[in-house]
């Protein structure tokens, strides 16, 4: 693939800003989901409990997770470029600088949040356990239950990563390939399961193919679709289309007769596709407000649990009658939306930005090694005269 090697210059920022604006929507509707359920039991006052129907039966969440992944797959295998020194090396310094200064900070901050002041027990094997972010191959309590989303990027950064290595990273009909592949694992899973009551590889499997398998269309959605890499090939671009039509209408209206639309994750996750196409290709949302909540969405995603549990708690000290317990729902939403873009804009200005350039210049340096190493001469060897 002549991309996904294109590295995003600030040429190319202004070209992007309209995928600032589907980050910014999909942790707004992550956010309105949890913050509608958590809010509707405050009090027998609250009102506008549509606010809630509407997320639950959408299942917000859910799309908003599936338009971040889908981000990550247009995004992330374009900053990659194989043509520098320790091309491996440099992108995984970055990634890890992007994530883990952030991730860090919100296990503290989740654990009070949401065990702490609770009575809950999070002790120091769990707080250990959490920074690696491998707490679910432990068993271990998670600070915030979001965190599996941030190992399902971690997996699409090492497949990325194998794809590189093994020299199929400019070879597009490979990332069609797999994720034609990973989507069958998921929908053999579930059909399946559908028709036998029978687990095979299990759901949680299951969805991490599909996961990961819609990161992949992502990537290709942007080389074929928006950037024609698939123009010299129809079988490439009858792929993509397959696998769009296949997870818009086909999966779909398959579970839907098989199960019907209760608890039926593949209709939020064709709204979630619906989503990211409508804001690539035909509504693209550009504005000074998308930009900010764009840049700070990790943040709103990371840390809108606390805000929203440390607001719960102190609610919960009026009586349950009073006006501050009365209110209608969609208030807390705006409310908890406010204070959390707050202190996201802190975070990403105190922890993530520093964060980010930290990993550019660690990556700079290690690559600048890299460099040094290769231009070496090797023992025994006498460089050539010029």
């Not at 992007?98 to 009070?112: E, H, K, V």
């Not at 129809?234 to 289309?241: D, Q, S, Y």
């Not at 009586?319 to 873009?341: D, E, F, K, M």
Request: aromatic fraction near 16%.
């Amino acid at each position: 693939m002549s991309g996904p090697v294109v590295d995003n210059s600030v040429a190319g920022a202004d070209r992007l800003r309209h995928i600032d604006a589907l980050r910014a929507i999909a942790a707004l509707l992550v956010l309105w989901r949890h913050v509608a359920d958590a809010f509707a039991g405050l009090g027998p006052g609250v009102h506008g409990l549509w606010v809630v129907d509407w997320s639950a039966a959408l299942d917000f969440g859910r799309i908003g997770v599936v338009a971040f992944f889908l981000v990550s797959g247009y995004v992330i295998p374009f900053s990659i470029d194989p043509a520098r020194p320790s091309p491996v090396a440099t992108f995984l310094i970055k990634r890890f600088f992007r994530i883990y200064p952030a991730y860090w900070l919100s296990i503290p901050l989740g654990a009070f949040a949401t065990c702490w002041i609770w009575g809950l027990p999070f002790g120091l094997r769990e707080f250990l356990v959490n920074l690696t972010l491998l707490q679910d191959f432990f068993g271990v309590r998670a600070a915030l239950g979001l965190y599996w989303t941030l190992l399902v990027e971690w997996a699409f950064y090492l497949l990325c990563v194998v794809l590189l290595l093994t020299g199929s990273f400019a070879r597009p009909r490979r990332w069609l390939a797999l994720s034609v592949l990973f989507s069958a694992f998921y929908s053999a899973e579930m059909l399946a399961y559908w028709a036998t009551g029978v687990r095979v590889i299990g759901p949680t499997a299951a969805f991490a193919f599909l996961n990961v398998s819609l990161m992949l269309l992502g990537t290709l959605y942007r080389h074929v679709l928006v950037e024609g890499g698939g123009d010299g090939d129809p079988g490439l671009r009858v792929g993509v289309f397959g696998l769009l039509a296949w997870h818009l209408l086909a999966l779909p209206a398959g579970a839907t007769l098989a199960i019907g639309t209760a608890v039926n994750a593949t209709i939020p996750y064709a709204f979630g596709l619906l989503v990211f196409v409508a804001g690539v290709s035909f509504v693209p949302l550009r504005s000074r407000l998308t930009d900010w909540l764009g840049r700070v969405s990790y943040s709103i995603y990371l840390f809108h649990p606390v805000v929203f549990m440390l607001s719960i708690w102190w609610l919960q000290r009026f009586p349950v009658q009073s006006a501050w317990r009365s209110q209608h729902l969609g208030v807390y939403v705006l409310a908890n939306a406010i204070l959390t873009g707050a202190f996201a804009t802190l975070v990403y200005h105190w922890v993530e930005r520093p964060g980010m350039r930290l990993g550019r210049r660690v990556a700079r340096w290690w690559g600048g090694r890299a460099l040094r190493d290769a231009q070496r001469p090797r023992d025994g060897v006498v460089p050539a005269e010029g």
